[in-house]
């Protein structure tokens, strides 16, 4: 009986709180929790990613993000190929096996192109620097905040969507209400038809001082389908 008073009035709090914060003061405390020092703005370093997804190989990253120099490099390692894609202030360079002379075959079977490397610049910069990309500009966030229980836990969920110029999606951030950390995120390219997906984030990696989330795991919307897990490590 104690205990189920003591959630009721932990629930409780969780609800008043949830109607008196806004977006801004949602985002602003997840990311004292997850870079306190406001260390991701001048990130310079490197960290891997090793991805495991149903029915297919592995696939073992090592990514260098240096923001200040506006430099990108990902190195991907799958059943024994490495392709590099190096994108560094406005130029770039892909290779396959260390060379960067590639046939047309070559460049169509891997998908070697500078539109590749720029996506991926922009998919691992954003993806590994949340909840701290969520300040760059074009990006507009609801202040109103929701609470929803998702997986059996609470959460107080924060609505994000873009300017047209800087995305189209949809998406929600879903944050532990005692310490602010992201836990959950989740997008849609269009929430009338449930697409998407949404990420569990769980453990912590500390790297340059920020806590970023270890161990990602991908799902479907629509039908919760296991996408694959991808795992971050500081070290090799």
């Known amino acids: 009986m104690k205990r189920g008073i003591t959630f009721l009035l932990l629930f409780s709090s969780i609800v008043s709180f949830s109607q008196t914060i ?99 610049k922009n998919y691992y910069t954003y993806l590994y620097g949340l909840p701290m990309k969520l300040k760059d500009k074009g990006t507009i966030i609801h202040q109103k905040i929701a609470k929803k229980i998702f997986k059996e836990k609470e959460y107080l969920v924060l609505k994000v969507n873009y300017e047209k110029q800087t995305g189209e ?27 998407g997906e949404y990420v569990l984030l769980t453990g912590e990696e500390t790297i340059k001082n920020i806590q970023i989330p270890k161990v990602r795991v991908w799902y479907y919307n629509k039908d919760n389908a296991y996408l694959g897990t991808d795992f971050l490590s500081s070290k090799k």
């Not at 999606?169 to 009338?192: C, G, K, L, R």
Request: with cysteine; charged share 30%; hydrophobic share 30%.
């Open 22 to 120: 806004t977006g801004d003061e949602l985002l602003d405390k997840a990311i004292n929790y997850h870079d306190p020092n406001g260390n991701w703005k001048s990130f310079s370093g490197e960290f891997f990613v090793s991805m495991q997804s149903p029915k297919k190989s592995n696939r073992e990253s090592r990514i260098k993000i240096d923001i200040p120099n506006q430099y990108f490099s990902l190195k991907v390692l799958k059943d024994k190929v490495v392709t590099e894609y190096i994108v560094n202030e406005k130029e770039c360079s892909v290779s396959i096996n260390g060379h960067k002379t590639l046939s047309k075959e070559l460049i169509k079977k891997y998908n070697l192109n500078c539109e590749r490397a720029k996506m991926y």
């Open 169 to 195: 999606d949809t998406w929600y951030f879903y944050f532990n209400p005692i310490t602010y950390a992201m836990e959950v995120y989740q997008f849609f390219h269009d929430e009338s038809k449930n697409d």
